[in-house]
């Protein structure tokens, strides 16, 4: 433990959100072999004490590192650093890449395949009650809008987790781990683009459209708000970053 508190150092306040920073700083010490495979992260707790962030931003770093396959999260008995030639790693490396334009419409085009063939599936397979969730999702999204602190970090926990549990509702597992990886490479890009204003509400607006069109088990009309969604991502994304 006295290992890990010397490597891991308070957060400082920089232009990236506070739990980007905590991966970054994770992650760095997995390449740079300070951290190695089975060594134990301290607890949640733990670390927000250590790093000086809130338990919010630890959980939601950890998150994006067990999605990368850099950390296993082993419910009862702790958080520990994955083996570097686990098939998830290279989802580490592809974060690393400065992705172009190009680069960037290719993972747009991918997303749009695999968000398409996701909306058919959740119609036909998922429950009433787990569409309803994905509703409920949004409006707490919405209530969230309000508050002075901490709703960039919101906005972009729902933004995953409505994309995930819409995979989640495809019982397709290749999907699911498809889509995980595929929203874990474009994590930066996304939250970038949820920093232009006005780009929440209208993605929370989109979101909402693809919802209702789920419930009432619109397959011709989920594709059709799922897709424009995904282009209006996409248009916003080149257009501010990339122009």
């Known amino acids: 433990m006295d290992l890990l508190v010397s490597v ?3 957060i400082k306040t920089e232009k990236k959100t506070v739990y980007e920073q905590i991966v970054h700083v994770i992650r760095s010490s997995i390449l740079k072999g300070e951290l190695k495979p089975g060594d134990k992260l301290p607890s949640e707790r733990e ?3 250590i790093l000086n962030v809130s338990r919010a931003s630890v959980r939601e770093a950890i998150r994006m590192l067990a999605a990368e396959g850099l950390v296993k999260v082993k419910h009862g008995q702790g958080i520990f650093i994955n083996k570097q030639d686990n098939p998830d790693f290279i989802i580490h490396k592809l974060n690393k890449v400065s992705m172009d334009e190009k680069m960037v419409k290719e993972f747009f085009e991918v997303r749009v395949v695999l968000e398409l063939q996701a909306v058919e599936w959740a119609i036909q397979r998922a429950s009433d009650e787990e569409l309803h969730n994905l509703k409920d999702l949004i409006h707490k999204a ?7 602190k901490g709703v960039l970090l919101t906005l972009a926990e729902h933004d ?3 994309h995930e549990m819409l995979a989640e509702m495809t019982k397709n597992r290749v ?3 498809s889509m995980h990886s595929l929203l874990d490479i474009l994590s930066e890009v996304r939250l970038k683009c949820l920093k232009i204003e006005g780009r929440p509400v209208k993605s929370l607006d ?3 459209r693809i919802v209702n069109a789920l419930l009432a088990r619109d397959i011709k009309e989920a594709k059709k708000a799922m897709k ?16």
């Open 175 to 177: 999907l699911v781990k």
């Open 142 to 148: 919405r209530k969230k809008l309000n508050e002075k």
């Open 160 to 162: 995953n987790k409505f």
């Open 228 to 243: 424009e969604h995904i282009i209006s991502v996409e248009r916003d994304v080149l257009r501010y970053f990339y122009a």
């Open 8 to 10: 891991l150092k308070p």
């Open 206 to 208: 989109e979101h909402e």
């Open 47 to 49: 670390l927000s004490s």
